[in-house]
């Protein structure tokens, strides 16, 4: 089988306009977590990774269209590929996309993956991929299984989510943000925090670079917003990654994290039951806030950069272990030697899903 693998990357956040500006960041122990009050004209204060909307909005198009449209474009350029192709197809990942227009403009989900490939004059419809939290990890496995398919060279796959007041009251509702910046993992973590960001990845076929070299999403169909008590979905996702690779070849388990009780039990527990305790876990979401549709590619791509750099990032905000499970979170900056992880997602509904990067083989 020929390789998937990714050939060109981009990334933009209220830390960085690169992926080589947002890891150094991450790597100074930097955060976006900012408090707001009356942003977006809600009435209790939250914390949130909010971008700077006047720097990224071009004119004519919204703010959410700009920054998909900016992160396709710097990641073809990454990539040297000829973006109008008809041998180039385009995935957007989002879960609200334009929503906070809803009462002036067409903001389905579609609209704006035509506007994506009309920005690049490719001919193809743009696919769309909303499946809640896992959106970025599933739209990088769609690319994927397009490519496999055949009848493409290349597919450029953004991930992107902005903010507003649907969002954040909605979040609010359920009781499930925190007032403070979040901690993943810990014995104190009472919530999460929500964050802006657009990443842009681009699959292509190749012998070298970062391959992703397996993937699988799975519903246990446990609730509309709780996860499984025994992790089952994401654990098969797991057990379906890793069934050519030893957990001995894996730098670490980047998971979601997201700091709410529930969530990151139901990840330990899965980690547990695939028998990874003795694999590093980091989660990025004490950083970035909880991107949404932008999580699954952002954090993959700071994951390869992490690898590359031979470390495994911290997870910002843990210091006292707050699972069931003892799961070997990185609490400060480690060392690795490896060359591969997997990235692990879960999202409301019971969609849970893994992805398996890996470079050079990487033993599995």
Known sequence: MKKVVCIGESILSPLGATPAENFAAVCRGESALRRYEGMFGVKEPFVASLMDRERWTAPGRTFFDSIVIEAARRAVEAAGIDPASPRTAFVLSTIKGNVEYIETQDVTLACS????????????????????????????????????????????????????????????????????PCKPFDARRDGLNLGEAAAAVV????????????????NDANHISGPSRTGEGSYKALRHVLRNCSPDALAFVNVHGTSTLYNDEMESIAIDRAGLLDVPVNALKGVFGHTMGAAGVLESILSM????AGVVLPTRGFSEPGVSRPVKVSATMGKTTKQAFVKLLSGFGGVNGALLFRKGGAGC
């Open 203 to 218: 699959l292509g076929f190749g012998d070298e670079g970062w391959e992703l070299a397996d993937g699988a999403v799975r």
């Open 305 to 308: 950069h992490a690898v590359d």
């Open 113 to 180: 993956a035509r506007r994506l490939a009309e920005a690049f004059g490719n001919p193809n419809p743009a696919v769309v991929v909303s499946n809640a939290c896992i959106s970025g990890l599933a739209a990088l496995l769609q690319g994927r299984r397009i490519l496999l398919g055949g009848g493409f060279d290349h597919v450029v796959v953004v991930g992107a989510e902005v903010q507003s007041r649907f969002i954040v009251t909605g979040f609010q509702s359920l009781k499930a943000l925190s007032e403070a």
